[in-house]
Each structure stands twice: as C-alpha cells, then as structure tokens.
C-alpha cells in the first residue's frame, strides 16, 4: 500500500515519536522512510543585509544535517531511510514533497495546541492536512500526550 512515508522532521526528541509510527508502517509495507529537514528561511527575510547570512544559514543547515542524521541514527536496521533537506516554507516545502510522485503517505507530528495558541501560532501539520495530495497521519507529540518519550494513557489509574 505504501512506497515512500515522507516524515518532517525539525529534530526534536518529540519528532522520534510519529517517526516509531513511520518506522512501523515502512516494516509492515516494505517502505522507504523519507525524512525531510526544511530550512526556514522565511523568518530570517526582514534582517538587515549587512549581517552574515552565510553564518546564519550554515548553522540553520547543521541544524538540518544532524536532524535528518539522528533519524538515520534510530531507524531500525530492517528500514531503509532517505534524508532530504531543502529550503523555503515548512508547509509548503512539506505539501510539494507529499505528492503521489513522491510519497504515500505523511507521517508528521504535531503539538495539539488549539485555541488562541493555534490562531497566533498557526500550525504546519494543519496546513499539511488541508492541502497534501496523499493521506496524513498527525501523531500528537507534546507533553499532553507523551511523557519521558512515551504515550501516557488516557485511561485514570485506579
């Protein structure tokens, strides 16, 4: 069923947990896991020209390289990893990778804010969910969902 998860990454320790989700789906369907680091330029538009960008983009680029590397780092063994790190937009960089010429499926995580944190923050995975031409699966990685790096249930202990 599926070919290629593409799986954005920012390299966060959170990120680790939709990517045991692509890990899984890649075992289970004999896939390729794609993670892709975007470097967001975006915010970095307004400065003024004399400051380094040089500087500034080869450490946003380092960021990228050791993000895609440590998915690299805990994919199994029995799962083939392909990294990309491009530039623009997260979102749209995300939505022109997650087209059926280049991946199946979207694995991404997301914070699970709502409310006025969503409207001031906006929110990549939704903005991936409305436009993407191929499935996504929103696995929630903040801390109302994942504690010491695993999911705390939502069933009360007795």
């Known amino acids: 069923m599926y070919d290629c998860i593409l799986v954005p990454t920012d390299g966060s320790t959170e990120v680790e947990h939709a990517l045991e989700y692509a890990f ?19 915010g970095y538009g307004g400065l003024p020209m004399e400051t380094a960008w040089e500087g500034i983009s080869d450490a946003l680029y380092a960021e990228g390289e050791a993000a895609v590397e440590r ?7 029995d799962v083939v990893v392909e990294t990309e790190i491009r530039e623009g937009t997260p ?10 010429e280049n991946c199946d499926l979207v694995v991404m995580g997301t914070h699970g804010r709502g409310g006025i944190d969503r ?11 409305r436009r ?3 499935p996504v699966l929103t696995v929630r990685v903040d801390e109302n969902g994942i504690e010491n790096g695993r999911e705390r249930s939502r069933i009360p202990a007795e």
């Open 24 to 42: 899984d789906l890649a075992r289970e369907h004999d896939a390729t896991v794609r993670a892709l680091y975007v470097v967001n330029v975006a």
């Open 119 to 129: 409207l001031l923050l906006g929110s990549v995975a939704e903005r991936v969910v």
């Open 91 to 100: 979102s749209r960089v995300i939505v022109e990778q997650a087209s059926p």
């Open 132 to 134: 993407a031409a191929v």
């Open 71 to 77: 998915v690299e780092e805990i994919a199994p063994d």
